[in-house]
């Protein structure tokens, strides 16, 4: 099976000459409709059943806009739905499955999001016929006799009761009006309102109005709007974004209560591996290529998929997702070096209006060469020490002197830039984004050359992240400041990025303080650890850098949560809490390098 996808975004036949019509062998040898162009200035179209996919439109095309991809004949019967002639196109649907939580674990932009709003009855799936209307007469007709016909049905005629947390609760606001009070209790149908407010620690937010909540607020808010309706079927899309370690696990434990019902069935999307590990029964692991097409991996046990993913191999299906495995080591604390200071900062103390927030520091030291990951709730201070070490705001008490260059970049990234993602890069970085260490240590590995052609404007969460990065790692600078790095991002992209950030450090010998909630992507790049302690909104205090033993056992101690390492994988994996395993770590005061 031939799959040729055109990228539309790249696509320029006014600045072209359509090389990819020009060098075709089947045009030249008389057959023009291979590859052809209605109009001047038209974008062309592939036809895939007069491809021999011989690859040359793809080498030719100026703007990397062409993608020729062979796939199993098999998978023809398993096409969801195709967005249009040449565009990306779905395989598979994923089962939900009454009494359990199934999870989707994979890149983005290869079709999460689209399999569930086939489930939950937004949009009607097409089946491969694009330009017709499609009918749920048609997806019946072709799911007859299958495990999901059932589910699909109830959907086609109103009878199965969805409950949706979108990926985007940023959109809130812009379509709900009022405060959350009164959100909340319209949706209240199960009657546990209480249990909800408490279990997210949203109470102080219930007199709010939607539009002045935090990231992390609204997260929380519409998780607890989708907890609280009466539903056959609940869809969490990415519920751990804007939230910290210990809101992530609250989170989990309310899902893990749905999933336990009889007869509801929970879908979550997630990108955080130990929260999804945490929440899932079992996972489909999801693979493709982004903006061509993505598959429905079969269902496996949350461990195995996990695992599966990790390696970039499911046997199953023997199908290699990608080159490289992405590897964790159950090192012990690095060791011991010798050690240069950057800079060191005394008692500093920032507060915000009349005592409404109050950040204090006893001080500490940042060497050359290091990374220090920064772990604490939100609402404690971390966003504030970066913006103070960034010369962004000034400590209310204390002195901050900081005589070395820094690059910053910011917890929230904005497109407000009018224009592609290359102005951007020239117009910041100058020539200097030419330089051959930023092209081969920071552009490639974060895939910006699919990015350049774009505007900045139309960016979505997890490239805007992925450019942000690249601007504050590609410019010359003692001291990278980072915060919130991994946010909207995938797994592979973090792993891409945390490699990206060590790099750099290492190669040119300079030092980063990264502020993140993602403990894996944490322990992949740290030397040692800063801890922030104290009340949310109230109060909070930094502690360190401190060794990673040390840093990780104060950091889980405080949100009473302990890892173990998969035998296989050597990830990092929660622990049930009051296991055996649980309660053997929390005595021994080994809350993450237990097994080391």
């Given amino acids: ?17 359509y090389e990819c019509i020009s060098y075709c062998p089947k045009v030249r040898a008389g057959v023009p409709e291979t590859i052809y162009h209605e109009e001047p200035g038209d974008q062309p179209v592939i036809s895939e059943e007069l491809c021999i996919g011989c690859g040359i439109c793809v080498n030719k095309c100026p703007f990397d806009a ?93 009878n199965l009761r969805v409950s949706t947390k979108p990926q985007y609760v940023d959109k809130l606001p812009k379509v709900v009006e009022g405060n959350v009070q009164d959100l909340l209790e319209s949706v209240n149908e199960r009657g546990t309102l209480d249990h909800v407010v408490e279990t997210l620690e949203i109470t102080h937010t219930l007199d709010a109005e939607l539009g002045t909540l935090s990231g992390g607020e609204l997260q929380r808010v519409a998780v607890a709007a989708t907890v609280l309706k009466d539903a056959d079927v609940y869809v969490f899309d990415e519920p751990s ?41 079992q996972v489909h692991v999801m693979y493709g290529e982004q903006a061509a097409y993505g598959i429905m991996g079969l269902p496996r046990g949350s461990r195995t998929a996990i695992n599966a993913y990790l390696e970039g191999f499911l046997p199953e299906e023997n199908v290699r997702i990608r080159e490289e495995s992405i590897e964790f080591t159950a090192h012990p604390p690095r060791s011991a070096r010798e050690r240069k ?78 224009g592609t993602v290359e102005a951007l890069l020239y117009t910041t970085m100058g020539n200097d984004w030419e330089d051959p260490f930023f092209q081969h240590e920071v552009k490639r590995p974060l895939q ?21 990065c690249a601007l504050c790692l590609g410019r010359d600078a003692h001291l990278y400041l980072l915060d919130e790095p991994s946010a909207f991002l995938d797994v592979n992209q973090r792993m891409l990025v945390a490699k990206a950030i060590r790099r750099v ?27 922030f302690e104290g009340e949310p909104g109230q109060h909070g205090e930094s502690h360190g850098p401190l060794d990673m033993r040390e840093g990780m056992n104060r950091f889980l101690s405080n949100v009473n949560v302990t890892f173990r390492r998969d035998k296989e994988t050597k990830r990092p994996r929660v622990n049930k809490p009051g296991s055996t395993k649980d309660r053997e770590q929390q005595r021994a005061g080994e809350y993450y390098y237990a097994d080391v």
Wanted: proline fraction near 4%; hydrophobic fraction near 40%.
């Fill in 241 to 281: 974004s804007y939230l910290d370690v210990r809101q992530r696990l609250a989170t989990a434990r309310l899902i893990r209560e749905l999933g336990e019902q009889e007869g509801t069935s929970v879908l979550v999307v997630e990108h955080d591996l130990a929260i999804l590990d945490l929440l899932s029964d």
């Fill in 505 to 531: 450090m290492e190669k040119r010998g300079t030092s980063a303080l990264v502020v993140d909630h993602d403990v894996y992507f944490i322990d992949l790049i740290a030397d040692s650890l800063m801890v």
């Fill in 341 to 418: 200071e950057l800079l060191s900062y005394g008692a500093l103390e920032k507060t915000y209006g009349e005592d409404e927030f109050t950040f204090r520091t006893d001080g500490g030291t940042l060497d050359v060469g290091e990374v220090v990951g920064v772990l604490g709730p939100n609402g404690i201070g971390k966003t504030t020490l970066v913006k103070m070490l960034a010369g962004a705001h000034e400590p209310t008490n204390g002195t901050l002197d900081v005589n070395v260059q820094v690059s910053y970049k910011p917890q929230y990234v904005k497109g407000d830039f009018d």
């Fill in 66 to 158: 062409i993608d020729i991809i062979n796939l199993p004949d098999e998978l023809e019967e398993d096409l969801v739905h195709q967005y249009g002639e040449n565009a990306f196109r779905l395989f598979r649907l994923p089962v939900p499955q009454p009494g359990e939580i199934v999870g989707l674990l994979g890149p983005n932009g290869i079709g999460k999001s689209t399999a569930l709003s086939f489930l939950n009855g937004n949009q009607i799936p097409n089946l491969g016929d694009w330009d017709q209307d499609p009918t749920w007469e048609a997806v019946l007709e072709a799911y007859k006799g299958t495990e999901i016909h059932g589910h699909l049905e109830r959907v086609a005629q109103g």
């Fill in 448 to 468: 910006l050359e699919d990015l350049l052609s774009k505007h900045v404007n139309d960016l979505s969460g997890g490239e805007l992240q992925r450019v942000a």
């Fill in 1 to 17: 099976m031939r799959v040729a996808v055109l990228d539309q975004d790249r696509c320029k036949p006014k600045k072209c000459s």
